[in-house]
């Protein structure tokens, strides 16, 4: 099983920059992509970018894809986001996600591994 534990997020301005980290421990081999996902009050859970472990190839929400960046550190078994330009509409809680197993990685229910979330709040 696989426990992740992310860390970041927080209040920042409209225009700032943040980046979130989620670092994975317990039985990882095996894990092929992890995932960032959020989720805002009233909202249903929203992917957010995607990366495969091996080969680094990324998928994004094309709504995002300019501001957001995932990268991932194999040998920390850490994946991070890193966000600029952010906007009042990007507040919501992120989660970290892994062990996906699938055909599409922007579909949550594919990833047998969540983090707790982190809050990321952006005052206009």
């Known amino acids: 099983q696989v426990q992740l534990q992310e860390s970041g997020g927080g209040l920042v301005q409209a225009g700032d920059s943040l980046g979130i980290s989620c670092t994975a421990s317990?039985?990882?081999?095996?894990?092929?992509?992890a995932a960032w996902f959020r989720q805002a009050p009233g909202k249903e859970r929203e992917f957010v970018a995607g990366?495969?472990?091996?080969?680094?190839?990324?998928q994004y929400n094309e709504a995002l894809k300019d501001r957001f960046t995932i990268s991932r550190d194999n040998a920390k078994k850490t994946h991070y986001l890193q966000m600029n330009n952010l906007k009042p509409e990007d507040t919501a809680v992120y989660y970290c996600a892994d062990s996906w197993r699938g055909s599409d990685y922007r579909l949550a229910r594919q990833y047998a591994a969540w983090g707790q979330g982190t809050q990321v709040t952006v005052s206009s």
């Open positions: 990366i495969r472990w091996i080969s680094g190839t990324t």
């Open positions: 317990g039985h990882t081999t095996g894990s092929v992509a």
